[in-house]
């Protein structure tokens, strides 16, 4: 496995992650269960591979993934980074995202997460929710209190909208985005 060093965290994270938005799912009725087994033998393989980097979040695979991958990594926690993300545009006060980042922690039986992303932001969000609620400070004491060890964030808007948040603030350590590829007809 090769490994890179994201941004400015100085650790080495495998260049293939373990995301978990398509885990394999069973439906009964109208409920989805995530195939548990298959699941952890999914992380262990993963795991023993040289993949070291998890990405979960609370509304893949119905809401189950991250319980999932959590429990499956119990035993190579220390050998793995997680990941975490918070979409904030559903928080509404002061004070939500830091609960918010306990809760899921005491849920899904970690003491921290590796990374902590602000999820699928854009310009918007980043000037009228983050900034204006005060959860950039939130972020910053969570990662003072040992709850998170990063601060990142994804990232969905125009390139100058990416310098504009990275250059209001110096907190954020590794930044997500997409790569959008188009074809060029000439």
Not at 94 to 122: A, H, M, P, R, T
Not at 129 to 136: S, T
Not at 153 to 170: C, G, M, N, Q, R
Request: some cysteine; glycine content about 8%.
């Amino acid at each position: 496995m090769k490994y890179n060093n994201p941004g400015k965290t100085g650790i080495k994270i495998s260049k293939l992650g373990f995301g978990v938005a398509r885990l394999p799912e069973i439906k009964v009725g109208d409920e989805y269960f995530l195939e548990n087994e298959t699941v952890y033998d999914m992380v262990v393989l993963a795991v023993e591979k040289g993949i070291n980097y998890f990405d979960p979040g609370d509304i893949y695979c119905h809401g189950q993934s991250q319980r999932a991958v959590s429990s499956a990594l119990k035993e190579y926690r220390d050998d793995v980074y997680l990941a975490n993300k918070i979409m904030t545009n559903k928080r509404k006060n002061k004070g939500d995202l830091i609960k918010n980042i306990q809760s899921l922690l005491n849920e899904l039986g970690q003491e921290y997460f590796d990374f902590f992303y602000f999820w699928g932001i854009n310009k918007k969000e980043f000037d009228n929710v983050i900034l204006k609620k005060g959860f950039l400070e939130e972020a910053v004491a969570a990662k003072e209190d040992g709850l998170i060890r990063h601060i990142g964030f994804s990232f969905h808007d125009a390139p100058e909208a990416l310098k504009y948040i990275v250059d209001t603030t110096d907190i954020f350590e590794v930044v997500s985005t997409i790569y959008i590829l188009t074809r060029l007809r000439g």
